[in-house]
């Protein structure tokens, strides 16, 4: 199971775009990328998932490199609603989803 | 219907007692999961069901005991907890367990204190 790791928190203000890089060095050729969001007292929401190079949605932007070994997560323009902890995952099908420590963003007026 | 639903939303209960938590989703997802979240953690998986089957218990103790009655409900039957079991207990369903590129579906939670 390939490990990740990103920062433990991260502050930003209002209109900024936030970059959450991760890091997965030992990912596995059938292994994706997929990233939540989680609110207090809430359960996680799942954001975007992507194998290589970039994908885009309606929320963000994930990046990932040819060598597959750090992949980011771009939220562009976030306002104070955005402010929460991102978890990347690595996930292999067939496997659980297990969740590392997540990034505290805080979203400041 | 898009959503995983939790009940109770909060559970206060004595070492003693006998309680059940409730997970019920009706986007047709075939495979079911719990979750233990403490505060300022992040969630651990503790049990998967794959086609109403129990695919994965990662040790969790035998206080817990989880059922599932068929493709939309997932239970959580709980007795004689102690107050370390105190926490958000998250139920998520995804399309497929042998197939997770589409993302898992969480529920809101049931936040347990236990006294």
């Known amino acids: 199971l390939a490990k990740t790791t990103q920062p433990i928190s991260m502050d930003s203000y209002e209109g900024q775009e936030v970059n959450i890089t991760c890091s997965h060095n030992?990912?596995?050729?059938?292994?994706?990328i997929t990233w939540y969001q989680q609110f207090p007292s809430q359960g996680p929401r799942f954001i975007i998932q992507?194998?290589?190079t970039k994908v885009t949605n309606e929320v963000a932007s994930l990046f990932i490199p040819a060598d597959r070994k750090s992949s980011t997560l771009s939220l562009p323009r976030v306002s104070l609603s955005d402010t929460a902890v991102y978890y990347c995952?690595?996930?292999?099908?067939?496997?659980?989803?297990?969740f590392g420590g997540g990034t505290r963003v805080l979203v400041k007026p | 219907d898009t959503e995983v639903t939790q009940t109770p939303k909060h559970l206060v209960m004595g070492m003693t007692n006998k309680k059940s938590l409730k997970c019920e989703q009706h986007?047709?997802?075939?495979?079911m999961y719990w979750y233990k979240q403490k505060a300022k953690k992040p969630p651990e998986l503790m049990f998967v069901?794959?086609?109403?089957?129990?695919?994965i218990n990662e040790s969790v103790p035998s206080r817990f005991s989880p059922e599932c009655p068929n493709s939309s409900l997932l239970n959580l039957h709980l007795h004689a907890l102690q107050p370390e079991d105190s926490a958000l207990y998250l139920c998520?369903?995804?399309?497929?367990?042998?197939?997770?590129?589409?993302?898992?579906?969480f529920g809101s939670g049931t936040r347990l204190t236990v006294v």
């Open positions: 992507g194998y290589k």
């Open positions: 030992n990912i596995a050729t059938n292994d994706y």
């Open positions: 069901y794959s086609y109403e089957k129990l695919s």
């Open positions: 995952l690595v996930v292999a099908a067939g496997n659980k989803l297990t």
């Open positions: 998520a369903s995804s399309q497929d367990g042998s197939a997770p590129y589409y993302g898992y579906t």
């Open positions: 986007m047709g997802h075939r495979a």
